[in-house]
């Protein structure tokens, strides 16, 4: 019998899952119709920066206009992106981090969709040491890109 004083031990929720929750509220400030994607840069078991999948700043979003423009055209998912209005929320981490100084050398991306080609390019170049995704995004070149670089990627279930 357990007395007033006494309680149970709580697992403690991991590094990994945390930053994982964190992204998918994030990705709640999306303002694209096809995909909302969230992403968390971390250094050190802090947050150095945040992003989310939506047009440049001062830009009407596609939720301003009511339609993508990618669906509209039939482009698959994983390819042409540069026809999308919207900045990736893996973009959107590192130039929130730029702007703000903050550099994302040695840094760990937890991201809700495995980046795309365009965005490993990049997250290599900004010295992102680990990618944490939860689901998959079809493009497999970003992998070899990681695997070629040296980034440690882990998919999170």
Known sequence: METAHE???KKRIDADHYFMKIAEVVKERSTCLRDQVGAVLVRDKHIISTGYNGAPSGLPHCTDI???IRE???VPSGERHELSRGVH???NAIIQAALH???TENS???CTHSPCSVCAKMLINAKVKRVVYKRHYPDKMAFD???QAGVEVVHLD
Request: overall charge positive; charged content about 20%.
């Open 108 to 110: 760990t991306l937890y």
């Open 89 to 91: 929320a893996e973009q």
């Open 145 to 147: 890109y990681f695997k």
């Open 72 to 74: 509209r055209l039939g």
């Open 66 to 68: 009511g339609y993508c």
């Open 7 to 9: 309680t149970k031990p």
């Open 101 to 103: 100084g903050v550099s």
